[in-house]
Each structure stands twice: as structure tokens, then as C-alpha cells.
């Protein structure tokens, strides 16, 4: 259910957000699905489990919208590329290792709790860089990706 959820709103929600004044205030009310479908999952898991599903399915559709903010908030297209190289690196390190982890905690503790409450922390985290995102200035502004545009251009 979460990927019958996520792909769909993942090709559709990007238009709306590139379109958007504030884009990045989509990254946080996203991560909030996260934390909410955790939560009842943690809280109520057998209340509402379809509910759950579907909530964090939208809360998975992240992906697509940091992909999209990255692109959107760029004043460059060299800006584009220094500010995305920074943050897939990151990201696909943990997409790659995260859920072995996840998998070799729920071995260890032998129930849901542990690991839910590893991926809540991970989803609270999520959205407070979210938060922060939103209120910072544009990423052209940092000096290390103003650094590798300025190389690139001597480069051009």
C-alpha cells in the first residue's frame, strides 16, 4: 500500500510544487505524513492500518519533492548541480544502508516498537531540515556552492 501511494503522488506532486511560491514548505508538511503514519502506527497499529499505510505512502513521496525543490530553489544551473551533488550523496548513503539497519534492529529487539521509534527519530529529523530549508536563504548564498560554480565558470 505505502508504494501504491507513493509513486502516484510522487509524478504528481512536483508540478504543484515547482509552481509553488515557498516550495520547500512542501518538504515539511510531507515529512509530517511520516511522522503521523509512525505515530498511528506506534500509538494504534490495529485502529486504522489502511490509514497508516496511506499516510506514510504520502510521507514517502519526499523523494520526488526534494528532487524537485533542489531544481526549483536553484538560481543556476551550475547552483542546480553543486547544491544536488551535495545532498544525493547523503541521501542515497542512507536509503542504502537505512533499511539493513532497520531490518538488523527489528532482528535484535524482535518486535515493531524499536525500529519504529528509530524511523520516527529519522522522520522528526527529516522535518526539522525541512523546517530549516524553508527559512534559509537560497542555496547559491552558501559559500562552498558558490565556491564550485566560481570553479566551474573558470572551467567554462
Known sequence: MLTAVAVPVSLVIPPFVARSARPARWLVAFSLFDVAGIVGLLVAPDAAPLLWSITLGLGMSVFSLVMTVVTVRAPSPGTAIAFSGSVQGIGY?????????????????????????????????????????????????????????????RRS
Open 93 to 153: 548513503l542512507i536509503a542504502a544502508v537505512g533499511p539493513y539497519l532497520i531490518g538488523v534492529l527489528r532482528h535484535q529487539v524482535s518486535g515493531w516498537s524499536v525500529p519504529l521509534l528509530a524511523l520516527l527519530g529519522i522522520a522528526l529529523v527529516q522535518t526539522v531540515i525541512g523546517t530549516r530549508i524553508t527559512s534559509e536563504p537560497d542555496p547559491g548564498d552558501h559559500p562552498r556552492v558558490r565556491a564550485t560554480i566560481s570553479a566551474d565558470d
